[in-house]
Structure formats: C-alpha cells, structure tokens
C-alpha cells in the first residue's frame, strides 16, 4: 500500500467520532457489506440515532432477540411495508415534544424499492425530517436470493433461475435513486463501500439535510453470499461497480445534481460482472444489454447534472 | 343513556354528525399527532381535524399520509416513542393497515382509531356493515362500539383513558355505523375542555409508560420467539381482560365530571323483569328500544343488552345479565364465514351452558345499508317470543332478504334448476 493511500484511510477514520455500538462478532455472512455499513452509520452520526429497521439481512442483527441485542442503539424493529411511515411517526412526535433527535430509517432495496416504495415516496412528498437509507444488496438476499426492483438485467435469482428458457432477471433495474432525487428534497445521494469518505461526508450531509426536511442515501452494499463472489472482494466489487458507472457516486442537494467522483475512463461492465456469479452465465450479447442499460443511466444522470438552479425548498415538512 | 343531552355549565350543545363528534372528542383529548387519509364515510373527521389545524384550534403534528397503512404505521411509532395519537378509517382503509394494526397491537402501542363502520371486503359495498370490524376483531385491540353522536365523542374521549392506562397500555378502536350516525346529525352535548383536561389527567399521575427515545437504548419490535413471545401474548392478554373492569371504572367516573353515564361494558334497556332478550349493538339499538317500549305498552316483557365493549367479549356482565332469560335473539350486522348465525351469537353461544336454558337465535340484518325497520325488530321480537313459547323457530334469520329463510335457500342454483 503506497503512503498516500495510507493517508486516505486515515482520514476515513478521522469520521469515526463515536463508539461502535454494535457487538463485536454479529450474526451476517463473512465479507457482507451491510455490515460494514451498519457500523460506520453510528460511528459517524453518533450513537444517539434512533433506527428503524424491517425483517431483511440487517434484522437478525438489528432486531433483537425477545431481550436480548446486538447492539446498544434506541432502535425500532418493524415492517416492511410501513417503515417509513414508522420513522415519520417518530420523528413527527420528537418534534412535537422538542426532542433533538436523528431518526434513520435503514432499508434494504426490497423495503425501498418495492413493497415500502409507497411510503418511502409519500414520506418524500410530505418532506418528513429524517435520514432515509437505503442498502442496495439488489434483491432479497435473506429470504434466499429472489429478484426485486434493483435487480440489474441478467442477474440469476431465486425468482429469475436460469434455464433451457431464462438467463436470469429479463427486465432492466429501476433507478431508485434518480427517482427518489425526482421528489425535490433537500438531499438524495449515492454512495459505496469502496469510498467511506464519501460515505462519511453523505452521512452528515444528510444529518444537516434532515433539519430542512427529507434526506434520502441509496448506498451499493454487495452480498457475497447472495452474488456469489470471495468474501474478500466486497470492497473490489464496490470499487468496480464505481469504476463502470455501473454505480455513480452523485449527489443532489435542493435538487441539484452533481457528480461527488467521475470516472475518466470507465471500465467496460465486463470487468465487473466477471468477479459475480450471478452474472457468470451472460454472453457478449447480454452484457452488451447492461451496458446498455448502465450507459443510459449514465447519460440521463449526465443530462440532469448539466441543468442549472435548485429547487426551492420549504422551510420544514408540513405543519 | 341514563341522562338526557343537559348542558353542564359552560358545556355546549350542538347539532353535529357522528363524524364531527368524533373530531371534537379526538381534539379534546389533545393529541400530539393525527395521521389523515379519506375513505367514505370517514372522511369528514380528519376534513375537521385538519380544519380545525389549519385555524390554530388544534395543536398536533398532522400528518397527510399517502395511504391507510401509513396512517396506521405513522401513529403506532408516534406513539411508542411517547406521544398520544389519533387516526380515522372504514373498510377497506382499516384492512389496508391491518399488518400496522396487528403490529401497533403486538407492541402495546396506546392508539386510540375511529372505524366508522362500512361493509367490507370482497363486495365493494359503500354502505353500512359491521364487517370491518369483524375482520379486524383478532388483532388485540379493544373494540368499542357506539350508538349515538353524543356516544361517539364521550366513547372517543374515553379511550385514551382505557388505551393509555399503566396497567392496560392496549390500543382501542372506536366503532359506529357509517352513513347512518356518520352523517345523521344529532343533539350532542360537548363538554369543556378543561373537564376533558381534568377527565384525563389521572394519566398523568400514574408512572411513565417505556418510550422510544433518542440515546435511551431501548428497542421496541424485537424478535419475539418461543418463551419470549408467550410472555407477551399472555400479558397482552392479561391486559385485555383487565380492561373490562377498567372501563366501568371509568364510565364512572366520566358521570362524576360530565354528568353522564352510558354503562359500561354493556347497556341494559328495560332488562330487569325481560323473559325475552334481544341482543344488539350500534345505532340499530335506537330502534330496537323504541320498539321495545311499544311492546311493553302491549304487555310483552322484552329488554335490549347493548354490547359496547365487543372486545374483550363481555361474556361476565352478559351471562349474569342474560342468565335465566326464557330467549335471546342477537342481532348481527355482518356475517360469520364458516358459521350459520352472526359473528356476536356465535360467541354468545360458547357461553350456552352458563346461561342456564336460555335458548338463542340469530338475526342478521343492517347489511349493506339495508335499514333494520322497526317492522324488522319487531318481527325479531315476535320470532323470539315463540322461541320461548317453546315454537320451532329457525336458528338463523336473515331478516331483509326473506329467501336466504326458504328451505333450500342453501342448495347450489344447478340443484334448484334440475341439474346441471
């Protein structure tokens, strides 16, 4: 490792102004990204949040056991077609009774993308003030490996097996994110594994966010488990991810979109698929439909980061 | 009711709509935050709520949800985290929150909800049913179910009392008939809000409830397993048992203040010397004691018990009322899948044996907006009356469509035309 990485690490953890709360061996797969994840949010934000979390890889962990818990954060296990209408709630009656507070409303892409998106949506609408995130293991991986709302083109799920008539998910994924900054909130944003100090600096973005209302982070966690890749390339699967556009790290505040990190050069997909084994099946033809696919969100993105202004903003949700 | 509308000094009475009732009840009891989402006939309470928001009237965290289960998901957090909540649905409302009612049930949150009773899944019926309520009635809350607009806000006011008690801490859903008191206006009694202040300040000298709160390392939705999870359903419902009891205590002492008592877990009408019962609930009660004195006038000794309470079931106060009555004729206005008779006689009927003889039959009317008439209770009266007469009457009557009582009214149509 040359010196001057060395000297980013270190100012990663310079984030870290607080304890981890979290038990010191857990209940997740060796390499999952959500972990690393879900133990850098406190680090960062400090250990006051109030966290919401839904049946999902994060709940064996979040969720305690009848007494029992992993951790030591005021959290709120529930489910998942109401959980942002959960962390409305609470943050809505904190306010109510002059509470300081910092509710995150932590979601896997199931939650966010598909059986919760009315909600999370709603609570965007009505510009809520709490910090919205989102963990993209891009499909539901504890409950086995079945396709959501996230799930890129040709991916093999539980739900999308391959077979003598399927190579693996037939439909383009959604773009949660792009949709989720299409509500005007104060924040929406993009981040990864690969860049903590973007992570970082998202994180408490979304902290000053949330004062003016809905902050929303859609964060690219890989399932080693779920994907099929070594435990140890969670990181190199993230960094590829940003280095194909496959994942653009992208910001929008009041609505304007800005690139946060971009790729001079991008990689072909190729050189990120051929670390996954759910992308092992695909011939040049199918990854020519995810480049496509990836290519054309790049544009839209590029397109609406060319546009000038912001939107304006209310003070505060509604009351 | 045992007191007419009387205005206590400095109360107001008001011609207003059960809807308006509940609003103003809701608003009397001060709650921190109100989730809003229209379904007919609901809407005019959360239409008045925000109204009396947007004048400075009402000093709530409203929130404008984008759907029922929202509403329902945005109130049980609120009030979990320590806040006094209150949100409105009907039919297909109440069952698109019903994963967030049986989650706001499973956590003890105290909501207090208004159903305003409309037919429900299935058919889509825009009419009065109690079969919401019915599909909702196992998710642990407290039903209670009202008969007049006045009933609507003192019930209503009330509940925060029964759902945020120490010892019951169990959400309570407030039921009356849509369309026919959601709409109807009556003479209503509203009370001051400083009686309403002191109606409900015993809640503030009892000990501090768990909140959610930021820093305070407290989860609330673990996973319950095993032995975890049988302590809490038996507490739970422990909890609802104790509720019966509570509730008396606090009609009690809502007479105290307001100078009206409308019973407790039940109302008996003109049920001391009554040989012959009708059983009922909702604003059908109106028009069954109406008929009843009529039949008095006539020499037929005929009483009305009145569920308010429908969970927990009253089944004590019942039996000891009930017991010894030559018939009892409950009158269901929704349907029991998988049962002949109506939901509240097939749960009448598990306490037969204690009765002591009492025979019972069913009647199911008020469906789908179907007016139950007093020719229609007066021709449950009679049907009653022969049963203890010793007549062979039909155990299930279904009282506004006369040929579901034909003899082979239950036989497949390919049957009734000869054959497929």
């Known amino acids: 490792m040359t010196e001057k990485k060395q000297g980013k690490l270190t100012k990663v953890l310079d984030y870290l102004k607080h304890e981890d709360p979290f038990s010191k061996g857990v209940a997740f797969c060796p390499g999952c990204g959500l972990e690393l994840l879900l133990r850098f949010i406190p680090q960062v934000l400090g250990n006051d949040i109030v966290i919401t979390g839904t049946p999902s890889c994060s709940a064996p962990v979040l969720l305690g056991q009848n007494n029992q818990s992993w951790h030591t954060l005021s959290y709120f296990g529930t489910l998942m077609t109401g959980a942002a209408a959960n962390a409305t709630g609470l943050a809505r009656y904190y306010r109510k009774a002059g509470i300081k507070n910092t509710v995150v409303c932590f979601n896997g892409d199931g939650t966010a993308a598909d059986i919760g998106f009315g909600n999370l949506s709603g609570a965007a609408e009505r510009n809520e003030p709490f910090i919205y995130i989102c963990y993209d293991n891009e499909g539901y991986m504890n409950t086995g490996i079945q396709k959501s709302g996230t799930t890129p083109y040709g991916a093999s799920t539980t739900t999308t097996p391959l077979g003598s008539a399927s190579k693996g998910k037939n439909l383009r994924r959604m773009n949660l994110a792009l949709k989720m900054a299409m509500h005007k909130i104060p924040y929406a944003a993009t981040a990864t594994l690969s860049d903590m100090g973007d992570l970082a600096k998202k994180l408490l973005k979304a902290k000053e966010a949330k004062e003016r209302g809905f902050a929303f982070l859609h964060v690219f966690a890989p399932c080693t488990t779920g994907w099929g890749y070594a435990p140890e390339n969670t990181i190199e699967v993230c960094r590829r991810a940003v280095k194909t556009n496959y994942f653009p790290l992208w910001e929008a505040v009041n609505g304007k979109i800005r690139m946060t990190k971009t790729v001079k050069k991008p990689k072909p997909v190729s050189t990120y698929t051929k670390l996954i084994k759910k992308f092992a099946h695909l011939n040049e033809a199918d990854l020519q439909i995810l480049q496509d696919d990836i290519d054309y969100e790049y544009c839209m993105l590029g397109g609406l980061s060319a546009l000038e202004g912001e939107c304006q903003l209310p003070v505060s949700s509604e009351d | ?420």
């Open chain 2, 1 to 420: 009711m045992n007191t007419k509308a009387k205005a206590k000094t400095g109360s107001q009475i008001k011609v207003i709509t059960g809807n308006a009732a509940a609003a103003i009840g809701a608003k009397l009891a001060r709650p921190d935050v109100v989730a809003a989402y229209p379904i007919t006939p609901q809407t005019e309470i959360i239409e008045q709520i925000s109204k009396f928001h947007a004048n400075g009237e009402m000093d709530c965290e409203l929130i404008t949800v984008e759907g029922e289960n929202s509403a329902m998901n945005a109130v049980m957090a609120a009030s979990l985290a320590g806040g006094r909540v209150f949100t409105a649905s009907s039919s297909w409302g109440l069952v698109f929150m019903y994963d967030a009612i049986l989650a706001t049930a499973g956590a003890r949150a105290p909501v207090v909800m208004v159903n305003v009773n409309r037919e429900t899944p299935g058919i889509i019926a825009v009419s009065c049913g109690q079969q919401d309520m019915i599909s909702t009635r196992d998710a642990g809350w407290i039903f209670l179910i009202a008969e007049t607009c006045q009933e609507v806000l003192d019930i209503v006011v009330q509940a925060y009392r029964l759902a945020e008690d120490y010892d019951i801490q169990v959400p309570v859903m407030v039921h009356y008939d849509g369309f026919y008191l959601s709409y109807l206006s009556e003479v209503v009694d509203v009370p001051l809000q400083e009686d309403v202040d002191k109606f409900l300040s015993v809640l503030k000298d009892q000990p501090e409830r768990t909140k959610l709160v930021p820093g305070g390392r407290l989860g609330c939705g673990t996973h319950g397993i095993l032995g975890g999870y049988l302590e809490l359903r038996h507490k739970h419902m422990s909890a609802m048992e104790r509720s019966k009891a509570k509730f008396e205590e606090i009609d009690k002492e809502f007479e105290a203040i307001f100078g009206r008592s409308h019973g407790g877990q039940i109302e008996k009408y003109r049920m001391d010397d009554a040989d012959v019962v009708l059983v009922g609930s909702g604003s059908m009660c109106g028009t069954i004691k109406a008929v009843i004195d009529e039949k008095r006038d006539s020499g037929v000794k005929v009483g009305l018990l009145k569920i308010r309470m429908y969970r927990p079931f009253p089944s004590e106060v019942m039996v000891e009322v009930l017991k010894g009555k030559k018939a009892i004729g409950v009158v269901d206005r929704s349907l029991c899948f998988g049962f002949k008779g109506g939901p509240m006689y097939t749960e009448l009927k598990a306490f037969e044996t204690q009765l002591g003889g009492s025979k019972m039959i069913s009647f199911i009317d008020g469906i789908a907006n179907t007016d139950i008439t007093q020719a229609n209770v007066e021709q449950m009266i009679d049907t009653t009356c022969d049963l203890a007469a010793g007549k062979d009457v039909r155990e299930v009557t279904w009282v506004s469509y006369p040929e579901a009582n034909e003899p082979d009214s239950e036989k497949p149509d390919s049957e009734k035309r000869g054959g497929l």
